[in-house]
């Protein structure tokens, strides 16, 4: 929680473009966006990862999920976004302070995952 670089952005150590907040949710734009709408929504209090989720957590999370269309239109996404949220290793995940991703338009998103041969269940 101490060299976590989502908790310092919570604390205001580190500086974020803020799109909303409120006592147990932040959401900020993403310093790397990939659309023309990309910020994170984040819980204030440190869990690292989705799979670490409990129910203590569902206020914040509940939060967060409820919180996502709202913050998205109000940002330009209105005609629908991705939601996206990577945990652990096998997720890709970078920053280990658990963060939805709302990406979005105006043009559609390409496809999130693709198919591979193996895939293919006959
Ligand atoms: P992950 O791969 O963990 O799902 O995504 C982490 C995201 O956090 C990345 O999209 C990355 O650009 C973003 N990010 C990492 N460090 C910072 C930061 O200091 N400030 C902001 N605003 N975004 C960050
Ligand atoms: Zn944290």
Redesign the pocket.
């Given at each position: 929680m101490e060299d976590c670089?989502f908790c310092k952005?919570v604390r205001g150590e580190?500086p974020?473009?803020k799109v909303y907040e409120d006592d147990d949710i932040l959401a900020?734009?993403?310093?790397?966006p990939i659309a023309p709408v990309h910020f994170?929504i984040i819980p204030k209090i440190h869990i690292p990862t989705l799979g670490d989720a409990a129910p203590g957590h569902q206020l914040a999370l509940g939060k967060i999920m409820t919180m996502a269309g709202p913050l998205a239109r109000q940002q330009g996404a209105d005609q629908g976004f991705r939601a996206?949220i990577?945990s652990g290793k096998v997720g890709?995940?970078?920053?280990y302070h658990v963060?939805m991703?709302i990406i979005g338009g105006p043009e559609p998103l390409p496809p999130m995952l693709v198919r591979r041969r193996t895939d293919r269940v006959e």
């Open positions: 670089i952005i580190i974020s473009r900020f734009h993403d310093i790397r994170l996206i990577n890709l995940q970078e920053v963060h991703h």
